[in-house]
């Protein structure tokens, strides 16, 4: 048995090689360590999987993670910029370097040559192939622990698997879960299978309910030590996502009931800090459950989120290509509530910036250079928005009143308006006030794609403007690339 610091090294060169070309999710450890030796040696000194559940968390954010040097390809947030784009939401403002363009024209989801069709399949997988690995070490997929730390680490693997199967579900399945009997990915559950055929969704769902549900429980009493780490309340807001996504009845209890856990945990950000919070600093945000502390050391410059949509960062969005609020989803928000100000219509970059929502403090166009201002993945408004969302579902209509209003009080003067609408009109506010409060975050596509929610571009798109999409049009769900189709011979069998 080599000795523990031999081990940790080993761990370390398998997580951290994404800082080369290749992920470190691409590499298996080079030197002759074997995953028996690293489970032994972790039951002596668990420690030595920090690394590991450290690497799958920075994929999340470093760059390459998608196998591409584009400079959309960011781990996570460049997703959710893809993902509003598609829902329309967000807006490009020119095409003066290129990127996005095959997303806005609805080329990449039409053509599984395209780049951007191919970076999320293989950034999710990656995130998966990492998540079974941990879980092969750990025991697999049946594992049980008396040792808490091997527990913690169970379930943060679980969940992080999870959660890649769920965009991968939103991404490239037309309706989502459907009928349950589409057949829609590949199913992988440990790091030793290759080339599995396509499942049906039902199969991929209860995978994912079944990863989260015992995540829940594996992470019930665990301290992270930031919130850059999975616990039980992220685990449970994933899987709110999940149910509400398969959408039944039961689902939607499900989602009632998560939810119902995890809100009173959080404050709501509060009414005088929506357009100055910035949601930029993890640290300072009691509101958000999940996300990126980003530091120096994470090396991240104009090839990041903050890159493509903040003008005060030095890259594509102060340089040329501006990202703006769609303008009708703009003029439909009150002047009176406090997030019409987290947008700008401002004539020298040409649009509706949202300066008033996303910004490096020092406010400085074109200023931060070494990118420091943290991500987001999950805030509890998120939570107060599926909770009303699935009481409407349920024809819960007074009770999601309550809810929705939990929030609309720090947003506008008096959201006492909510209390004349029921059925449809009421859900449909629940759903304008998701894209409003969510905007840029990248989870209004996964309402769309839920509430089965055609979608209309407003006047300030470059590509098809005033048209109309139902939620499952071939230009809203990205084909299974290329490189899938040739190098997998059983994916259809």
Not at 262 to 278: Q, Y
Request: hydrophobic letters at 40%.
């Amino acid at each position: 048995m080599k000795n523990n610091k031999y081990i940790y090294i080993a761990f370390a060169l398998l997580v951290f090689a994404s800082g080369c070309k290749k992920s470190f999710l691409d590499e298996r450890p080079s030197e002759k360590v074997s995953p028996e030796q690293i489970s032994e040696e972790a039951l002596r000194d668990p420690s030595v999987l920090n690394a590991y559940t450290r690497g799958l968390y920075s994929s999340m954010y470093n760059t390459g993670t998608g196998g591409t040097t584009g400079h959309d390809d960011f781990g996570q947030k460049g997703y959710d910029i893809f993902s509003d784009m598609l829902a329309s939401d967000m807006a490009l403002g020119s095409l003066n370097y290129g990127w996005y363009s095959t997303v806005v024209r609805y080329q990449a989801t039409k053509d599984f040559t395209q780049n951007a069709a191919y970076i999320p399949w293989r950034y999710y997988y990656k995130i998966i192939f990492g998540a079974n690995s941990l879980i092969d070490v750990l025991g697999g997929n049946n594992a049980t622990f008396t040792n808490k730390t091997l527990a913690y680490s169970m379930g943060q693997a679980k969940a992080m698997r999870a959660y890649a199967y769920f965009y991968l579900t939103q991404f490239y399945a037309p309706k989502g879960y459907g009928t349950g009997t589409e057949k829609i990915l590949p199913l992988y559950t440990d790091a030793k299978t290759t080339n599995q055929p396509l499942v049906t969704s039902a199969v991929i769902f209860d995978q994912m309910i079944k990863d989260l549900t015992e995540a829940t429980t594996l992470l019930a009493d665990y301290g992270r030590g930031s919130k850059g780490e999975i616990n039980a309340d992220v685990a449970k807001g994933l899987l709110a996502y999940v149910y509400a996504a398969r959408g039944t009845a039961s689902d939607l209890a499900q989602v009632v009931s998560l939810t119902d856990q995890i809100v009173p945990k959080f404050p709501i950000l509060a009414k005088a800090n929506v357009t100055t919070d910035g949601f930029n600093n993890l640290s300072n945000s009691a509101n958000w459950m999940w996300g990126a502390d980003l530091q120096i050391s994470s090396n991240l410059d104009l090839i990041s989120w903050w890159g493509q949509i903040d003008i005060f960062t030095y890259s594509y969005a102060w340089a040329g290509d501006p990202k703006f609020i769609d303008d009708k989803l703009y003029a439909s928000i009150p002047e009176d509530d406090a997030r019409k100000k987290q947008f700008d219509d401002n004539a020298d970059y040409g649009g509706l910036l949202p300066t008033g929502k996303f910004f490096d403090p020092a406010r400085i166009e074109g200023g931060q250079r070494t990118v420091v201002t943290d991500y987001v993945y999950m805030r509890v408004e998120e939570m107060i928005l599926l909770n009303a969302e699935a009481k409407a579902r349920l024809n819960q209509d007074a009770l999601a009143r309550t809810e929705l209003k939990k929030l609309l009080t720090e947003r506008v003067p008096n959201p006492n308006f909510v209390d004349a609408l029921s059925g449809e009109d009421l859900k449909e506010e629940i759903y304008k006030q998701t894209r409003i409060e969510l905007w840029g975050e990248g989870k209004v596509y996964l309402a769309m794609k839920r509430n089965k929610h055609s979608i209309t571009r407003g006047t300030n798109h470059l590509f098809f403007s005033g048209n109309t999409f139902a939620y499952d049009a071939d230009e809203l769900t990205f084909p299974i690339p290329q490189a899938e189709v040739i190098n997998n011979p059983n994916l259809n069998k």
